[in-house]
Antibody, heavy 118, light 113 residues
Framework: QVQLQESGPGLVKPSETLSLTCTVS????????WSWIRQSPGKGLEWIGY???????NYNPSLKSRVTMSIDTSKNQFSLKLTSVTAADTAVYYC????????????WGQGTLVTVSS | DIVMTQSPDSLAVSLGERATINCKSS????????????LAWYQQKPGQPPKLLIY???TRESGVPDRFSGSGSGTDFTLTISSLQAEDVAVYYC?????????FGGGTKVEIK
């Protein structure tokens, strides 16, 4: 089964940009849609968006103005950028593969905690 | 957005007994023309990511024990663990993928009594 691993800074300053990368292994990045989901004590699980190998993407309207996703097929990686972060963006960020036409999420990466603080 | 409401927030069940978790959506997530409910269930153990258990409301993911079952249609859904095992201690989440944005329930924590 495909495996996913998130990487990126664990601490981001308020108003700056959060940048994370997900590396896909034991599978092809051409095979599925790829999503970002975050989990915080206050807001629970929140879907951020998904991207396809072609570059087509779909974002949560609540975050759309601040989110950009990209994909690098040569490296089997996809990435998330979230701009103008605040403490409310502190969460564990997961990357995940989408099943079906990006319906359910399976599998998920282990997650990475990102804290927004000065 | 479709709001997913789970109940109870937590429950304690004896080993070998049945655990029942409810999930209610703020609008129907039954896609009539396909006769499919756009609902999934996940299990999350401490320090781990969520794991897919069930999709289309009642289809078990490969490798998931058959003591886990999903039922319901329209707006009301249930995840049942028929005989609770120690390894089932976790938080369980429902998830609708009928509408954008997809949304999750708040979770139900299952413990051993």
């Amino acid at each position: 089964q495909v495996q996913l691993q998130e990487s990126g800074p664990g601490l981001v300053k308020p108003s700056e940009t959060l940048s994370l990368t997900c590396t896909v292994s034991d599978g092809s990045i051409y095979d599925n849609y790829w999503s970002w989901i975050r989990q915080s004590p206050g807001k629970g699980l929140e879907w951020i968006g998904y991207i396809y190998y072609s570059g087509s993407s779909n974002y949560n309207p609540s975050l759309k103005s601040r989110v950009t996703m990209s994909i690098d097929t040569s490296k089997n990686q996809f990435s998330l950028k979230l701009t103008s972060v605040t403490a409310a963006d502190t969460a564990v960020y997961y990357c995940a593969s989408c099943g079906g036409d990006c319906f359910w999420f399976d599998p998920w990466g282990q997650g990475t905690l990102v804290t927004v603080s000065s | 957005d479709i709001v997913m409401t789970q109940s109870p927030d937590s429950l304690a069940v004896s080993l070998g007994e049945r655990a029942t978790i409810n999930c209610k959506s703020s609008q129907s997530i039954l896609y009539g023309s396909k006769n499919k409910n756009y609902l999934a269930w996940y299990q999350q153990k401490p320090g781990q990511p969520p794991k897919l258990l069930i999709y289309w409301a009642s289809t078990r993911e490969s490798g998931v024990p058959d003591r886990f079952s999903g039922s319901g249609s329209g707006t009301d859904f249930t995840l049942t663990i028929s005989s609770l095992q120690a390894e089932d201690v976790a938080v369980y989440y429902c998830h609708q993928y009928y509408n954008n944005p997809v949304t999750f329930g708040g979770g139900t924590k299952v413990e051993i009594k």
